[in-house]
């Protein structure tokens, strides 16, 4: 995990500051913490509930303003992911998800 030196604020006046590790999306912690999830999900737990869905995807329609995605971790606590699109005005990059039978 890459922790950057300055926490920034997740959204406007009155948000929670972020208080955990900022996840940086091509590091190998990543990647071994989404295979797990996807195996939890292919042995037939459910993950999500449809109020976290809906978090992300309007998180996904306001990307270019956040400066970081909040997510709810398997064990209830949140992660942070770097958003690479902050601050970019037409951004090549589309931030998506791949849905399934929730």
Same mark, same amino acid.
Request: neutral net charge.
């Given at each position: 995990?890459?922790?950057?030196?300055?926490?920034?604020?997740?959204?406007?006046?009155?948000?929670?500051?972020?208080?955990?590790?900022? %996840?940086?999306?091509?590091?190998?912690?990543?990647?071994?913490? #989404?295979?797990?999830?996807?195996?939890?999900? +292919?042995? &037939? !737990?459910?993950?999500?509930?449809?109020?976290?869905?809906?978090?992300?995807?309007?998180?996904?329609?306001?990307?270019?303003? %956040?400066?970081?995605?909040?997510?709810?971790?398997?064990?209830? #606590?949140?992660?942070?992911?770097?958003?690479? +699109?902050? &601050? !970019?005005?037409?951004?090549?990059?589309?931030?998506?998800?791949?849905?399934?039978?929730?």
């Amino acid at each position: 995990m890459v922790a950057s030196n300055k926490v920034p604020e997740l959204t406007g006046p009155g948000s929670p500051q972020l208080s955990d590790v900022v %996840l940086d999306y091509g590091c190998s912690e990543w990647r071994t913490s #989404s295979q797990r999830a996807a195996d939890l999900y +292919n042995s &037939g !737990i459910k993950l999500w509930e449809k109020q976290g869905l809906r978090d992300v995807e309007n998180q996904l329609a306001h990307s270019t303003c %956040l400066k970081v995605f909040t997510v709810c971790r398997i064990d209830g #606590s949140l992660a942070y992911i770097k958003n690479p +699109n902050f &601050g !970019i005005t037409n951004p090549i990059w589309v931030p998506y998800v791949e849905f399934r039978d929730y």
